[in-house]
C-alpha cells in the first residue's frame, strides 16, 4: 500500500506558468487536503475536499484552485504562478471529514521554486 | 481561529537524555495530532490524541482536554529523533491548525 503520493517531487518554475501538483491517495479516505509549509509559519490549509465532487477554501487559497473528480486524485493547480507560491506543498488525507475528524496522513511533499 | 502554542521553539539534547515538548490551545478540540518532520522532510504520524494518554516504544504523549494542553515525552533520545515535532489541532472549524513546530537536535 503506498498511502499518498505526490508529484513531482520538485519543481522550479517561471513567475508566470501554469502549473499542476498531482496527490493520488489508495486509501479511500473520503477528505483531503492541500497545506504549504513555509518557515517560522508552520503548515497552512489551502484547499480542502470533504467528498468527490466537493471542494473548499482553507487559510490561503488565493492563486491556487483544486478539483476532486474522485475519490482517489486532489490535483492542486496554479494558475500563473509568483514567486511567493514558492514553497513546499502536501498533500494529506483522512477518512472521515467531519468531527470527530479522525487522523490526517500526509504525502512526501512537493518542493516548488518560483523564480 | 484556534491558536497552537508550542514549546519550547529549539531544543538540544544529549543521546540518552529524555525530554518533555508541549503543546497548548486556545479552545475546545475534537483531534489533537503529534507529528515528526524528519531531515527528509516527511511528515510521520507519531500519535492521534484528542485525550487520554498513549504510548509507543520510547515516545509517549499526554492530552489534557480540559486544560487544554498536550505533552509529548521522549526517553532515551536517539540521534534519529532529530527534526520538527509539530502538534495540529482540530476546533469547531473541523480544519487542522498547526503550531509552529519544536525544533529537536539530538547530539552523539
Known amino acids: 500500500i503506498a498511502g499518498i503520493t505526490q508529484a513531482p517531487t520538485s519543481q522550479i518554475l517561471a513567475a508566470g506558468r501554469r502549473m499542476t501538483l498531482r496527490c493520488t491517495q489508495d486509501m479511500r479516505h473520503n477528505a483531503m487536503y492541500w497545506y504549504r509549509q513555509d518557515l517560522g509559519l508552520g503548515l497552512r490549509l489551502i484547499h480542502y475536499s470533504n467528498t468527490a465532487g466537493t471542494t473548499g477554501k482553507g487559510e490561503v487559497p488565493d492563486g491556487y484552485s483544486v478539483s476532486r473528480a474522485n475519490t482517489d486524485d486532489f490535483p492542486l493547480t496554479l494558475a500563473s504562478a509568483v514567486p511567493s507560491q514558492t514553497s513546499v506543498y502536501f498533500c494529506?488525507?483522512?477518512?472521515?471529514?467531519?468531527?470527530?475528524?479522525?487522523?490526517?496522513?500526509f504525502g512526501p511533499g512537493t518542493r516548488l521554486t518560483v523564480l | 481561529g484556534i491558536q497552537v502554542e508550542q514549546s519550547p521553539p529549539d531544543l538540544i539534547l544529549q543521546e540518552g537524555a529524555n525530554s518533555t515538548l508541549r503543546c497548548n490551545f486556545s479552545d475546545s478540540v475534537n483531534n489533537l495530532q503529534w507529528f515528526h518532520q524528519n531531515p527528509w522532510g516527511q511528515l510521520i504520524n507519531l500519535f492521534y490524541i484528542p485525550s487520554g494518554t498513549k504510548q509507543n516504544g520510547r515516545l509517549s504523549a499526554t492530552t489534557v482536554a480540559t486544560e487544554r494542553y498536550s505533552l509529548l515525552y521522549i526517553s532515551s533520545s536517539q540521534t534519529t529523533d532529530s527534526g520538527v515535532y509539530f502538534c495540529?489541532?482540530?476546533?469547531?472549524?473541523?480544519?487542522?491548525?498547526f503550531g509552529k513546530g519544536i525544533t529537536l537536535s539530538v547530539r552523539p
Open positions: 495540529a489541532v482540530t476546533g469547531a472549524n473541523s480544519k487542522l491548525t
Open positions: 494529506a488525507s483522512s477518512d472521515l471529514p467531519h468531527p470527530p475528524v479522525h487522523e490526517q496522513f
